[in-house]
């Protein structure tokens, strides 16, 4: 068992995960932007390092800062919270290479549930129904209105690689591609070093419903039950009920 563990996160989600770990007994180490000197979670670690400016891209999503921090200070396990590098398989499989836990999925689960693509096509593969949608990662208008012409208005485009509600546009008619698109797959490069999207047909009203699975690595795996976050604003939700009412 490990007894340090490095947050590779900041904010709210950092903060939980460090709170757990001293109730474990767990020596902590944050990590965090020039812009998050101060926060709480930093001052609730046992220790915090810096690892660049504000831009995600150059603090909380850059893999070699990351990993000399957790080297420099002796963690022995990673947590990568949610967001950022929590679904990226490169980072986990870099964790492994130098000999650190990362807490989470396998690189090679991460690859396919880490792309929502590649998500999709593991879907398909054993006999699930997904929406219509694209089965390649879109990188430009003129693939966007293809694919978009072809499963039908509305349509939604997603970061792919991305996650909490970044990168996404409904798009209601042909003429809002031009400009949604391009405002998504900014966000998407901004939030998740990324600019790859994924289409998919939009449906009003559905329901926001997850399940959340837990899994100890040893081959014993059990669920949490259901719960409906519908209740969101930007994408973001903002209560979750659990079990769902639905």
């Given at each position: 068992?490990?007894?340090?563990?490095?947050?590779?996160?900041?904010?709210?989600?950092?903060?939980?995960?460090?709170?757990?770990?001293?109730?474990?007994?767990?020596?902590?180490?944050?990590?965090?932007?020039t812009?998050?000197?101060?926060?709480?979670?930093?001052?609730?670690?046992?220790?915090?390092?810096?690892?660049?400016?504000?831009?995600?891209?150059?603090?909380?999503?850059?893999?070699?800062?990351?990993?000399?921090?957790?080297?420099?200070?002796?963690?022995?396990?990673?947590?990568?919270?949610?967001?950022?590098?929590?679904?990226?398989?490169?980072?986990?499989?870099?964790?492994?290479?130098?000999?650190?836990?990362f807490?989470?999925?396998?690189?090679?689960?991460?690859?396919?549930?880490?792309?929502?693509?590649?998500?999709?096509?593991?879907?398909?593969?054993?006999?699930?129904?997904?929406?219509?949608?694209?089965?390649?990662?879109v990188?430009?208008?003129?693939q966007?209105?293809?694919?978009?012409?072809?499963?039908?208005?509305?349509?939604?485009?997603?970061?792919?690689?991305?996650?909490?509600?970044?990168?996404?546009?409904?798009?209601?008619?042909?003429?809002?591609?031009?400009?949604?698109?391009?405002?998504?797959?900014?966000?998407?490069?901004?939030?998740?070093?990324?600019?790859?999207?994924?289409?998919?047909?939009?449906?009003r009203?559905?329901?926001?419903?997850?399940?959340?699975?837990?899994?100890?690595?040893?081959?014993?795996?059990l669920h949490?039950?259901?719960?409906?976050c519908?209740?969101?604003?930007?994408?973001?939700?903002?209560?979750?009920?659990?079990?769902?009412?639905?």
């Amino acid at each position: 068992m490990f007894r340090s563990v490095l947050v590779a996160n900041r904010g709210e989600i950092a903060l939980r995960v460090i709170r757990t770990c001293k109730e474990l007994g767990l020596r902590t180490v944050a990590v965090y932007s020039t812009a998050d000197r101060d926060s709480l979670a930093v001052r609730q670690a046992d220790e915090a390092v810096c690892i660049g400016p504000p831009p995600p891209a150059k603090s909380y999503l850059s893999i070699p800062n990351i990993i000399t921090a957790a080297l420099l200070t002796g963690a022995e396990a990673v947590h990568p919270g949610s967001g950022f590098l929590a679904e990226n398989g490169d980072f986990a499989e870099v964790c492994h290479n130098y000999g650190l836990c990362f807490i989470g999925p396998s690189p090679e689960v991460l690859r396919i549930t880490g792309d929502k693509t590649a998500t999709r096509r593991a879907m398909v593969d054993v006999g699930l129904r997904v929406l219509p949608g694209s089965d390649q990662p879109v990188r430009n208008v003129a693939q966007a209105r293809f694919e978009a012409n072809r499963i039908g208005f509305p349509v939604i485009v997603k970061a792919a690689e991305g996650g909490g509600g970044r990168g996404m546009r409904v798009i209601d008619s042909d003429g809002d591609l031009d400009r949604y698109f391009p405002v998504a797959q900014a966000e998407s490069l901004a939030s998740s070093a990324s600019d790859k999207l994924l289409i998919e047909q939009y449906l009003r009203g559905a329901r926001h419903i997850e399940v959340q699975i837990l899994g100890d690595g040893q081959g014993t795996a059990l669920h949490l039950g259901e719960r409906n976050c519908s209740l969101q604003r930007r994408y973001q939700k903002l209560l979750e009920e659990a079990p769902s009412p639905g």
